[in-house]
């Protein structure tokens, strides 16, 4: 690196990377996509009714079919005596009409005959002979399902943006929709680097690490929505890290992590700083300070640092939201425990929530990624003196 004062800025806030990261990434797209593979993408336009549901007036439960006049008063001890002139059942309704005196079978989902306006279950009927039943209650239009009581044709029913969860995919297909649009799954390449790492279950030598970057932000790229198009791992060389990124063509992001720190072998940042563009280089935070943006033959590039406590934070507060366009969501809480301010940076001290109260965690290494899994809380501590215990804090959740 030159001595000379870098051309880009350097050491800007959690807010700015935020913004400059959304920056160089492309609006969302929309493409369609058969119900069975929508669970969990996002609706990119609202979804009106083709149908109404019910598509007809139908019955609620199992029973008979009546009016409900002609049932007033009938009970265990004087039941009502009605003549069974056909049945509905759900896809084949009675194709005749219920009159004074008269009752059809219904099953449940059937359409209501013409004539009937109210149900009696099963259970409180017997049978009187082949052709008639007594009902010891009355029947009940409370059990009819109105045509439409649900939605009708041309109803709005699932807005743009809305997660598209299991029972929104159930009622995408209830609306008649055989495919939805959904916004386009941003491409994000991944990569990690540094000859210290190895996959898991291979044999460490000294020094060696297991690759828990990879596999973790795998995992948290797929839950932000994002279509992770994996490069594996890069060594500590140059020639072999240019030779990998080159080749993330058709990827909208590429993230790595390490690489990007201060010293001999970061060859991430020495490649995007001489040849390639750099949009910000270090992030006032902890954990995570050594982050930097850039480009890399027009590829916007995310360099994640290599400490796996850092790299997760990064990616939670700063690269999921750019990449989600959803905002961090925080809550405000009391200190159960005081949490150490510092003069330049916002801190993210690893916090547990119990009773309503944020405690310290405990060591805040940036190497100790058990502290991840037991923690439940990220506390944001901003530049300055602290919180004491009984102040509130913002608290993000892990």
Same mark, same amino acid.
């Given at each position: 690196?030159?001595?000379?004062?870098?051309?880009?800025?350097?050491h #800007?806030?959690?807010?700015?990377?935020?913004?400059? +990261?959304?920056?160089?990434?492309?609006?969302?797209?929309?493409?369609?996509?058969?119900?069975?593979?929508?669970?969990?993408?996002?609706?990119?336009a &609202?979804?009106?009714?083709?149908?109404?549901?019910?598509?007809?007036?139908?019955?609620?439960?199992?029973?008979?079919?009546?009016?409900?006049?002609?049932?007033? @008063?009938?009970?265990?001890?004087?039941? #009502?005596?009605?003549?069974?002139?056909?049945?509905?059942?759900?896809? =084949?309704?009675?194709?005749g009409t219920?009159?004074?005196?008269?009752?059809?079978?219904?099953?449940?989902?059937a359409?209501?005959?013409?004539?009937?306006?109210?149900?009696?279950?099963?259970e *409180?009927? !017997?049978?009187?002979?082949?052709?008639?039943?007594? +009902?010891?209650?009355?029947?009940?239009?409370?059990? =009819?399902?109105?045509?439409?009581g649900?939605?009708?044709? @041309?109803?709005?029913? +699932?807005?743009?943006?809305?997660? +598209?969860?299991?029972?929104? $995919?159930?009622?995408?297909?209830?609306l008649?929709?055989?495919? $939805?649009?959904?916004?386009?799954r941003?491409?994000?390449?991944?990569?990690?680097?540094? &000859?210290?790492?190895?996959?898991?279950?291979?044999?460490?030598?000294?020094?060696?690490?297991?690759?828990?970057?990879?596999? @973790?932000?795998?995992?948290?790229?797929?839950?932000?929505?994002?279509?992770?198009?994996?490069?594996?791992?890069?060594?500590?060389?140059?020639?072999?890290?240019?030779?990998?990124?080159?080749?993330?063509?058709?990827?909208?992001?590429?993230?790595?992590?390490?690489?990007?720190?201060m010293?001999?072998?970061?060859?991430?940042?020495? %490649?995007l700083?001489?040849?390639?563009? #750099?949009? /910000?280089?270090? =992030?006032?935070?902890?954990?995570?300070?050594?982050?930097?943006?850039?480009?890399?033959?027009?590829?916007?590039?995310?360099?994640?640092?290599? !400490?796996?406590?850092?790299?997760?934070?990064? /990616?939670?507060?700063?690269?999921?939201?750019? %990449?989600?366009?959803?905002?961090?969501?925080?809550?405000?809480?009391?200190?159960?425990?005081?949490?150490?301010?510092?003069?330049? *940076?916002?801190?993210?001290?690893?916090?547990?929530?119990?009773?309503?109260?944020?405690?310290?965690y405990?060591?805040?290494?940036?190497?100790?990624?058990?502290?991840?899994?037991?923690? !439940?809380?990220?506390?944001?501590?901003?530049?300055?003196?602290?919180?004491?215990?009984?102040?509130?804090?913002?608290?993000?959740?892990?």
């Open positions: 690196m030159s001595a000379s004062r870098p051309a880009f800025p350097m #800007v806030s959690v807010e700015e990377a935020r913004a400059m +990261l959304a920056a160089l990434l492309p609006g969302p797209g929309v493409e369609a996509v058969p119900l069975a593979r929508a669970r969990g993408r996002t609706l990119a &609202d979804l009106a009714a083709r149908v109404s549901h019910p598509s007809a007036t139908e019955s609620a439960l199992d029973g008979v079919a009546a009016r409900e006049a002609d049932t007033l @008063g009938a009970s265990r001890d004087a039941p #009502v005596r009605l003549r069974v002139v056909g049945e509905s059942r759900a896809g =084949v309704p009675f194709a219920v009159g004074p005196g008269e009752c059809a079978r219904i099953y449940t989902g359409p209501l005959p013409p004539g009937a306006d109210a149900i009696c279950p099963v *409180k009927l !017997n049978d009187d002979g082949p052709e008639h039943v007594l +009902l010891r209650r009355p029947a009940s239009p409370a059990d =009819v399902r109105p045509e439409g649900d939605f009708r044709a @041309g109803d709005v029913v +699932l807005r743009a943006g809305l997660p +598209l969860t299991p029972p929104r $995919v159930a009622l995408a297909a209830a008649g929709h055989p495919e $939805v649009p959904v916004r386009r941003l491409r994000v390449a991944l990569l990690s680097t540094g &000859d210290e790492v190895r996959e898991p279950g291979e044999a460490l030598l000294p020094g060696q690490v297991y690759d828990s970057n990879r596999h @973790g932000l795998t995992a948290m790229l797929e839950d932000c929505g994002c279509e992770v198009l994996p490069l594996g791992h890069a060594p500590d060389s140059p020639a072999a890290l240019e030779t990998i990124i080159s080749g993330a063509g058709g990827a909208d992001l590429l993230l790595t992590s390490g690489g990007v720190s010293g001999r072998y970061d060859f991430l940042r020495d %490649l700083m001489e040849r390639g563009e #750099v949009a /910000f280089w270090k =992030v006032r935070m902890r954990p995570g300070g050594p982050a930097l943006l850039g480009r890399w033959q027009g590829l916007p590039v995310f360099g994640l640092p290599g !400490n796996p406590v850092s790299s997760l934070v990064v /990616f939670h507060v700063v690269v999921r939201p750019a %990449l989600s366009g959803q905002p961090v969501q925080t809550l405000r809480l009391p200190a159960a425990t005081p949490f150490r301010g510092l003069p330049d *940076k916002t801190a993210f001290w690893r916090g547990v929530i119990r009773d309503g109260r944020v405690e310290d405990g060591p805040q290494g940036s190497g100790l990624l058990r502290s991840l899994s037991e923690a !439940n809380a990220l506390v944001v501590v901003p530049e300055g003196p602290g919180v004491e215990a009984g102040e509130t804090v913002d608290v993000v959740l892990l």
